[in-house]
């Protein structure tokens, strides 16, 4: 449905009542008199322009060729991982926007505000796939990272993008009817990442957890540990353990180990990994990171009191946070002498707090324990503020 309002639609009027007044009075008296003659014996039609906003008319066309259902499929592409998959696009119809315009406005002019118009369309198809101008838009040759002083920023690396064009036009030519190709990039790293460069001068905050040594435990936990070691984010990025991590199966290497299922205790996959997200979750809060999604155990853990912990499950629960500092941040991860250790480098801020997880066991509910967890903020040793961070229940 059109506004007409949004539209801009009237008519010229004023116009209109300017040229009826002028017949008769062209101060010449034999035109003056044959145009009085012409009015007094006929009916002399002055029509009004029509007047709209020709840009939010085609704006309208947009919108509306946009909401065809069957309407045509262009081919189009995405980059996942190292592989270029081409979409070929579907036939259908499209929108013959001037014939639809022109049904619009004469309705319009003949003041027909209600009547429904039939939309106007054509069969018509997908565009051939062009090869050359996708290689064209995703090209992108190594860069190093860097940085730039006064002022300081820092430029992200990139990774080099090519395909070979005519591998990519044999697949399509041996497979002309396909729905989707697959294509192979050729990625190749530039020599310095950001992680590289010596710009995490401050440590912003460390916190530790100890474990007891249980080989398939311990296995676990480093290797959870080493995906996220040397992770660096970017200002405004976001971290999610799930996908740093990864899915834990076997042959990423994890082992059965204790975890907790349904408020008890029974040997799993991966079991133990829950204390590298709970180390990290005290140490983002120690770096001030703005936490986006957290989720405490169902029971309280061995190695750290309840509040303080944040529990991860494949596809389900996760824990993310952002860098919501100025400038980049490096995570740190270890896993040695009974300790899992997470420290966040980066660089100070001219405000900066010694901030702390503070929790405390404030009651029962039916079955579970209830815990409150604070966000305290200290400066040269005494406490300037505190927030509240979570409300937990541990059965």
């Not at 947009?62 to 592989?83: A, F, G, H, T, W």
């Not at 505000?113 to 796939?129: G, H, N, R, S, W």
């Not at 838009?137 to 430029?155: G, L, R, V």
């Not at 729905?179 to 950001?194: A, M």
Request: charged residues 25%; negative net charge; proline residues 3%.
């Amino acid at each position: 449905m059109l506004n007409l309002q949004e539209l801009g639609v009237c008519f010229d009027v004023e116009t209109a009542v300017e040229e009826a007044y002028s017949i008769g009075r062209t101060q010449h008296v034999v035109e003056d008199l044959w145009e009085y003659i012409e009015v007094m014996n006929h009916t002399i039609d002055i029509a009004s322009e029509l007047q709209y906003k020709e840009d939010i008319l085609d704006e309208c066309m947009v919108r509306i060729s946009n909401q065809l259902p069957d309407k045509v499929q262009e081919y189009d592409y995405q980059i996942e991982k190292d592989k270029l998959i081409i979409y070929s696009g579907k036939s259908g119809v499209a929108l013959n926007s001037e014939l639809l315009k022109q049904r619009i406005l004469e309705n319009l002019r003949q003041r027909k505000y209600d009547e429904v118009i039939e939309i106007p369309t054509y069969e018509t198809f997908p565009q051939e796939i062009d090869l050359q101008a996708i290689h064209k838009n995703i090209f992108t040759k190594p860069k190093d990272a860097y940085y730039t002083e006064n002022p300081f920023i820092i430029h992200e690396q990139k990774v080099g993008i090519d395909f070979d064009i005519q591998n990519a036009q044999n697949k399509i030519d041996m497979a002309p009817n396909s729905e989707k190709y697959t294509i192979d990039l050729n990625l190749t790293n530039p020599n310095v990442f950001v992680k590289d460069l010596n710009v995490f001068p401050d440590k912003l905050s460390t916190f530790s957890t100890k474990y007891v040594n249980n080989p398939n435990r311990t296995t676990n936990l480093m290797l959870a540990a080493n995906k996220i070691n040397g992770t660096v984010l970017m200002p405004g990025e976001s971290f999610s353990f799930n996908r740093v991590v990864g899915e834990r199966t076997i042959a990423a290497g994890y082992k059965n180990a204790a975890i907790f299922v349904n408020g008890e205790v029974e040997d799993g996959l991966a079991g133990g990994i829950c204390q590298i997200s709970s180390t990290l979750y005290d140490a983002v809060i120690g770096a001030n990171l703005e936490i986006k999604e957290r989720h405490n155990h169902s029971k309280l853990t061995s190695y750290l009191p309840g509040g303080k912990d944040a529990t991860v499950v494949w596809k389900r629960l996760d824990f993310q946070f952002v860098n919501n500092r100025e400038y980049p941040i490096k995570i740190e991860m270890s896993v040695q002498n009974g300790n899992a250790t997470a420290t966040i480098y980066g660089i100070k801020s001219a405000e900066e707090y010694e901030i702390t997880i503070e929790s405390q066991r404030v009651g029962v509910a039916g079955a579970y324990t209830v815990y409150q967890a604070y966000k305290v903020y200290h400066q040269n040793g005494v406490e300037v503020k505190r927030e509240f961070l979570s409300r937990d229940l541990y059965k």
